[in-house]
């Protein structure tokens, strides 16, 4: 009787532990969408394994700095003998929801642009589109974030980021941005940091007051490329989706 409740108790504890390890497992699965979220209308920009769907801005399939390892698209912004460039959907997109996940390196700064506009007269993505700024604000230069619109998840250069977000430094932090006719709202790690219309006098005053009335182009359209940046620190991407509004 001893016996055969000592082996019920191990048997409910090797299975308790397969489940346990399945859930891990489950856990620690990126890069796909479930049914539901297909249902929905999601897809994904980033399959996990390869750069399609993605291009060097202006030079198109050559190949730079950017790579895909352990389902994580990378740029490593030291490298040589190699072109270096900002990444750019293939696509353009207008009305839609982006989610995606970063990691960036310890006093990183990098950042993601929306609405570019690729045209060899434009030298940088930065130069059309607006940029959800990513930087580890903990290890950050404190005079550097003495302009809110330096702060992670801010309108790099024109609109701050007032609220108390803060990203987690080498690890993995969420982001979405949501744009819709025009209106636009940033979230980062859950916190809604922005909101702002482009069609806006309001946006259009800030924005001649801002740094980046030096570009003409600078968010005159709503509709264009997504572009990561590659910049002065490594960063990691995954989990990039987006879904048509």
Not at 215 to 242: E, L, M, N
Request: include cysteine; aromatic fraction near 10%.
């Amino acid at each position: 009787m001893i016996q055969k409740h000592i082996s019920c108790k191990i048997l409910t504890t090797l299975l308790g532990v397969a489940l346990l390890n399945a859930c891990s497992s489950k856990k620690e699965q990126h890069n796909i969408l479930s049914d539901q979220e297909k249902s929905k209308g999601w897809t994904l920009l980033f399959d996990g394994n390869t750069l399609n769907g993605w291009h060097l801005y202006n030079k198109g399939d050559a190949a730079s700095a950017w790579s895909v390892d352990s389902g994580q698209l990378i740029c490593n912004p030291h490298a040589k003998n190699i072109k270096h460039g900002d990444l750019v959907t293939d696509n353009e997109y207008e009305n839609y929801d982006l989610q995606f996940d970063w990691k960036i390196s310890k006093a990183g700064n990098s950042g993601v642009f929306i609405n570019v506009q690729e045209r060899p007269e434009f030298g940088a993505t930065f130069a059309t589109g607006p940029e959800y700024q990513l930087l580890d604000d903990k290890n950050t230069d404190a005079d550097y974030l003495k302009d809110l619109s330096h702060k992670a998840a801010s309108i790099f250069g024109v609109i701050p980021n007032t609220s108390n977000s803060v990203p987690n430094a080498g690890e993995w932090n969420h982001s979405r941005i949501i744009q819709k006719d025009g209106k636009v709202i940033f979230w980062l790690n859950g916190i809604q940091t922005i909101t702002v219309d482009f069609k806006s006098d309001d946006w259009k005053k800030v924005l001649a007051s801002s740094s980046m009335n030096r570009y003409p182009a600078f968010a005159v359209t709503t509709k264009g490329h997504i572009a990561v940046q590659d910049w002065t620190s490594g960063v990691a991407f995954r989990d990039i989706k987006i879904k048509t509004l």
